[in-house]
């Protein structure tokens, strides 16, 4: 038996196999098993996303708290892929409409120096 990988240190003593623990670690972690939750559902197969929500609640046992991932859950249990499949489109839904209100606002064009704002009028000066 070659004991020269059981000797090795590691020199980040806070980390699993030379992997940060940082909270940006996490959340893509974290990010990555919801998505294979919902492409797991997409799919329509029951195992699979069986498998991969227990895997996120392993990962992170606040999701149950979400009560869209409750419903999840609650499907999941009841074999029911379709209804799973309805709450991952609301979820997405809700991830869209809320990613348009966080957007920045798009930067207007420069008026053009030919128009000229007086009051409560535009004015013409290229006329």
């Known amino acids: 038996m070659d004991t020269a990988n059981t000797m090795r240190v590691n020199a980040r003593s806070g980390s699993f196999a030379g ?12 990010r990555q098993k919801v998505q294979a939750l919902f492409e ?3 799919s329509g197969n029951l195992l699979n996303s069986r498998h991969a929500f227990q895997a996120l609640v392993n990962f ?6 979400d009560p869209q991932f409750l419903r999840i859950s609650k499907f999941l249990d ?3 892929i379709y209804l ?14 809320a990613q348009t209100f966080r957007s920045t ?3 207007q064009k420069a008026q ?4 000229r704002l007086d009051g409560l009028h535009v004015v013409d000066l290229r006329a």
């Open 105 to 107: 606002p798009k930067p």
């Open 19 to 30: 992997h940060g623990n940082s909270p940006n670690d996490k959340q893509q972690q974290h």
């Open 78 to 80: 009841a074999s029911s």
């Open 84 to 97: 799973a499949q309805q709450v991952v489109k609301e979820i997405k839904a809700s991830l869209i409409n």
């Open 112 to 115: 053009s120096p030919a128009l």
């Open 60 to 65: 992170d046992g606040a999701t149950l708290a």
């Open 40 to 42: 797991a559902i997409g």
